[in-house]
């Protein structure tokens, strides 16, 4: 496997793993107010919030796609 592909695929996985993040906060924005589990909920929506600052500022996905293409651009 080239390193072309590696980012590719890299950039791939990360906008998965954002996707899956947005899940979670759509499960947490559904059960915040829950009279069982909402105090908990609201517990793990301060550090899903902590995962995605911390995501978005290490892992950019079009910016591992867009410099894989650009470096293998081939005219």
């Known amino acids: 496997m080239d ?3 590696l980012k590719l695929r890299f950039g791939d996985l990360t ?3 954002r996707g899956v993040l947005s899940r979670y906060n759509e499960l ?3 059960y915040r ?3 069982e589990i909402g105090l908990k ?3 793990l929506e301060v550090k899903l919030n902590a995962l995605n600052d911390t995501f978005d500022g290490a ?3 079009t910016e591992y796609i ?3 293409t650009r470096m293998y ?3």
């Open 28 to 30: 947490i924005t559904k």
């Open 15 to 17: 906008f998965d793993i």
């Open 73 to 75: 651009l081939v005219n």
């Open 66 to 68: 867009n410099s894989a």
């Open 59 to 61: 892992f950019d996905p």
């Open 33 to 35: 107010n829950d009279p």
């Open 41 to 43: 909920v609201q517990a």
């Open 3 to 5: 390193v072309q592909s």
